[in-house]
């Protein structure tokens, strides 16, 4: 018996008694207001969520809808505004190259046989006009001239502030009236749970 010196029962029962059960006290009835605020809390964010299952696709394919209107009138000002740049361009050009016809030297007048029938000759600038219409061309060029020394980048610079933003869309006084509504139902909890004690 020198090898077992252990315990025929490794676990030490005992035989328990069964206590005499003592009766549980009797709950308090519940917070009655509690319930009755979380319910109709509950409702409320239930009719929210409905209301936003039913407007939400009207106002957003009426935004939607706007969005595109406005994008197509942004983009009608920019054709009108690259074509404007364009026949600007080629006023530009086309005044250059009378200027340039204009001052080409010509070759000094020769005898030259006079044909009897009428011909039709074009007028180039400069010569063969009135003074009157010598300071015509003379302005159109300095307008043109004036024109040309503007930087062509595509460089646009801002009028006015950019119309973007959270704060743009919601505004500042519904910001404020959200606040003073999450304070109100802070304060209203708080009063609520105190008053349950």
Known sequence: ??????DED??????FQEEESTP??????GNRTFLTILIVLGLIFLMALLALLIFAPKYIASQRAAQLEEAALINA?????????????????TQQALTAIALTPTAAPTN???????????VVAG???????????????TQMAA???????????????????????????????????????????????????
């Open 1 to 6: 018996m020198a090898l077992n010196n252990y």
């Open 10 to 15: 490794p676990f030490d029962r005992e035989d």
């Open 24 to 29: 549980e006290p009797e709950k308090k009835p």
């Open 77 to 93: 000002a920019n054709t009108a505004t690259a074509m404007a740049g364009i026949v600007q361009q080629e006023q530009l050009e």
């Open 112 to 122: 030259t046989p006079v044909i009897a029938g009428a011909t039709h000759t074009p």
């Open 127 to 141: 010569s063969g006009l009135s003074p009157e219409e010598l300071a015509t061309v003379a302005a159109l060029q």
């Open 147 to 197: 024109q040309g020394t503007a930087p062509v980048s595509g460089v646009v610079t801002p009028t006015e502030l950019p119309d973007a933003g959270f704060m743009d869309d919601i505004g500042l006084p519904t910001m404020a009236g959200l606040a003073v509504l999450l304070i109100v139902i802070i304060v209203f909890s708080r009063h609520l749970r105190l008053s349950s004690r």
